[in-house]
């Protein structure tokens, strides 16, 4: 009897990374051509509160950093971009693959006057949409509980909540908890 393959995914399945395109965004590959705006979207001080992030990025670094995304086939890095004007909003990233159980950890932040304008429920769709057409059954995501706006778009997107992470980040004198939300291949919502 020969043994089943199981759900198994190619640990190098994120290789051919495509552009994803929506109504209202681009997900390009991301590289140094967005620097720049990269290095801006870090130092937002919403995106850092948002993210956890205390960190303090180096601007060689970062371009080191960019320059060797497309060398990473475990997983998928993305420059969010406003279709009418190619302007760079953030970064969406398919990452920690589990290829044995064919899973994924996603994120992605956007900075700017352009968050909240329905970006960031497109974004996660189509990276969503890919994740799933290339095989994977699960995407794993962890968002701050005091973030109802990105905890919105990720409902919107099928994410469901699996859990709670109870006093995971100390910020603004405070301690603040962690949501686990996933989605599955078989019980996506479509979006709005």
Not at 17 to 38: F, K, N, R, S, W
Not at 114 to 128: E, F, I, K, N
Not at 169 to 189: F, Q
Request: charged share 25%.
């Amino acid at each position: 009897m020969i043994a089943s393959a199981g759900p198994a995914v190619p640990a190098d399945v994120f290789r051919l990374q495509p552009a994803l395109h929506g109504i209202d965004v681009t997900l390009v590959p991301l590289t140094e051509a967005v620097l720049d705006d990269y290095l801006l979207g870090l130092a937002d001080p919403e995106v850092t509160r948002l993210t956890g992030s205390s960190a303090e990025f180096a601007p060689e670094a970062v371009r080191r950093w960019l320059a060797t995304r497309a060398d990473q086939h475990d997983r998928a890095d993305w420059a969010v971009l406003r279709r009418t004007d190619s302007a760079f909003l953030g970064e969406a990233v398919l990452n920690e693959l589990d290829p044995e159980n064919a899973s994924v950890n996603f994120r992605i932040w956007l900075s700017g006057p352009s968050v909240g304008r329905g970006y960031g429920t497109q974004a996660t769709a189509l990276v969503r949409d890919h994740a799933f057409a290339v095989g994977l059954h699960r995407i794993a995501l962890t968002v701050f509980a005091f973030n109802p706006r990105a905890r919105r778009v990720y409902e919107k997107c099928g994410f469901v909540v699996e859990g709670r992470r109870r006093d995971v980040l100390w910020a603004d004198g405070a301690w603040h908890d962690e949501l686990v939300m996933s989605v599955l291949v078989g019980d996506r919502k479509q979006e709005h």
